[in-house]
């Protein structure tokens, strides 16, 4: 597609139950990033993946939260029991990143997000 | 871990005149520095960014700084229009980790 997508925009969910929000990067994005954003916060790191390896889990803030990217294109953020400490918008962001340095670019591209209210 | 601080929270100028954030970074072997702008129920889109190997990059009337050895830089805006209002991000990564940190953000409002 022409950006990001992620799905759903809008989700409310009680306490307790469990949430997945996808996420669908930039075709030919190899980086693709989960971030999470409260109100008047900036983007928090969640995870990194590069392919369909997680790169980087060390944002995750506990097991409740597990995220895979099982082909190295759509990837899944899922959250068990939820609880309303978890409600936030939850951002995905893809980038291209190419092993080399005359064919990087750092720049994320953000999709528009899933804002997940527990209630 | 990479710890990003942002100043000013808010922050209102004329029409015109320039606007300034500043952001320090902990980890001294962060080596780039992008700036988001994000508008109201908008998501963050990137404006400028810089790498460690320069100290000053413009782009038409947005400039950013860096000062590896205080380990801050800042986002400079001139002749301010109402158009650039909105929240503004700056982040710190180290390049091959990509794991970009963000600052607490900047609501900048620029009045007619």
Not at chain 1, 71 to 81: A, C, F, N
Not at chain 2, 98 to 110: A, M, N, S, W
Request: glycine share 10%.
């Amino acid at each position: 597609g022409a950006g990001v997508s992620q799905t759903p925009s809008n989700k409310v969910t009680e306490k307790g139950k469990y949430v997945e929000l996808r996420c669908d990067p930039i075709s030919g994005h190899t980086a693709l990033y989960w971030y999470r954003q409260s109100l008047g916060q900036g983007p928090e790191f969640l995870i990194y993946f590069q392919g369909t390896g997680a790169a980087d889990d060390s944002g995750l803030p506990n097991d409740r939260f597990f995220a895979v990217r099982p082909e190295g294109s759509v990837s899944t953020l899922k959250i068990q029991r939820t609880e309303r400490g978890d409600s936030a918008m939850y951002l995905c962001a893809s980038s291209l990143k190419k092993l080399g340095p005359s064919v990087f670019t750092g720049e994320l591209f953000f999709g528009e997000g899933s804002r997940l209210t527990v209630l | 871990g990479e710890n990003v601080e942002q100043h000013p929270s808010t922050l209102s100028v004329q029409e015109g005149d320039s606007a300034v954030i500043k952001c320090t970074y902990s980890d001294s072997a962060s080596n780039y520095f992008p700036w988001y702008k994000q508008e109201l129920g908008k998501r963050p889109q990137l404006i400028i960014d810089i790498r460690s190997n320069v100290g000053e990059k413009k782009d038409q009337r947005i400039a950013v700084t860096l000062n590896k050895t205080a380990k801050h830089f800042s986002l400079h805006i001139t002749e301010t229009q109402p158009e650039d209002s909105a929240v503004y991000f700056c982040a710190a990564s180290i390049w091959n980790t990509d794991k970009l940190i963000f600052g607490t953000g900047t609501r900048l409002q620029v009045f007619p």
